[in-house]
């Protein structure tokens, strides 16, 4: 005979609740913008500067969006093999005709983050211990 715990709650199988919408405040985005991010394929605009200083505004997929193993691309070096999946297709070519600098690329994300309502401000990571530890 098997045991039940009373305090335990039972598994459902009801559908999760809708996640809540997020909050658009931020004075870079407009409640227009936040709803085309939403509401149109996932991409935002963003300006993408080349080497020759000319620039030209590519589509993106938002930062918060991005799945690990992209990231990994990214953090592995393989920019390109990255931005043919972040990128929409079609701009994909002006990326590749705009040849970006590592800098370059990396504002046009920091600009794809601000129109999608994201942060993408540095971790602190945790604090130091108040404690000191004893030698031995």
Do not use: C
Not at 97 to 121: H, I, K
């Amino acid at each position: 005979m098997a045991s039940t715990n009373p305090t335990r709650k039972p598994r459902t199988t009801a559908a999760r609740p809708a996640e809540p919408e997020e909050d658009f405040d931020e004075p870079d985005v407009s409640e227009a913008e936040a709803q085309e991010v939403e509401a149109v394929n996932k991409y935002v605009t963003a300006r993408l500067a080349g080497v020759d200083d000319t620039e030209d505004d590519v589509r993106i997929i938002p930062p918060g969006a991005w799945r690990q193993s992209w990231q990994r691309l990214l953090n592995g070096g393989q920019v390109d093999a990255f931005a043919k999946i972040v990128l929409h297709s079609e701009d994909y070519e002006v990326y590749l005709d705009l040849d970006p600098t590592n800098e370059q690329f990396g504002e046009m994300v920091s600009e794809a983050a601000e129109r999608a309502g994201e942060s993408l401000g540095k971790s602190s990571g945790p604090a130091p211990s108040s404690r000191r530890t004893r030698r031995r």
